[in-house]
C-alpha cells in the first residue's frame, strides 16, 4: 500500500482514498466532488482528517492513508496504512451501537455519542493496511 500523493483520489462505486501521512507540513484540498458531495480533506504526520459536505467523516491521530473509504446509512468500510499506532474517530449517527471490525478482528460492538463519534485505537505496522468495519 501507499499514502495518496494527491490527497484524495476518486475510486469509483462512491469509494475514495485520501491521507499521506508522509508529509511534514500541513496539506489540504477543499471542495472536491465525488457524486455530487463535496470533501475536504487536512492531511500530514500528525493528523488526517475528512469532511463530507461539511459534516466531519473520519480524523486518525497521527495522520494516515485511508483507501477505498467508503460510507453509507449503515456504516463505514476502508482500509488504513500508518507507519505507527493510531487512534481513528468517525463521524456516524449519534447514540447507535455498531459492529466494530479491525484486521480481521471482531472488536466487539461499540456505541457512538450523543455526537455520533466512534473511536479505536489500532496497532500498525509501516506499509501493511487494515481493513476496517463499522455496520449497524
Known amino acids: 500500500m501507499s499514502v495518496v500523493t494527491e490527497l484524495i483520489v476518486n475510486e469509483?462505486?462512491?469509494k475514495i482514498s485520501f491521507g499521506n501521512y508522509e508529509l511534514g507540513a500541513k496539506a489540504k484540498l477543499d471542495n472536491y466532488e465525488v457524486g455530487g458531495d463535496l470533501y475536504k480533506v487536512k492531511t500530514y504526520r500528525d493528523i488526517t482528517k475528512l469532511e463530507k459536505n461539511g459534516m466531519f467523516l473520519y480524523e486518525s491521530v497521527p495522520g494516515t492513508a485511508v483507501h477505498r473509504f467508503t460510507?453509507?446509512?449503515t456504516g463505514v468500510e476502508f482500509t488504513v496504512e500508518a507507519d505507527k499506532d493510531c487512534q481513528i474517530t468517525l463521524g456516524l449517527e449519534e447514540n447507535q451501537e455498531y459492529m466494530v471490525t479491525a484486521g480481521g478482528e471482531e472488536l466487539g460492538?461499540?456505541?457512538t455519542?450523543?455526537?455520533g463519534?466512534?473511536?479505536l485505537s489500532l496497532e500498525m505496522g509501516s506499509g501493511?493496511?487494515?481493513t476496517v468495519t463499522v455496520k449497524k
Open 12 to 14: 469509483g462505486n462512491g
Open 71 to 73: 460510507v453509507d446509512e
Open 109 to 111: 460492538p461499540m456505541w
Open 113 to 115: 455519542n450523543m455526537g
Open 117 to 119: 463519534k466512534l473511536s
Open 128 to 130: 501493511v493496511g487494515q
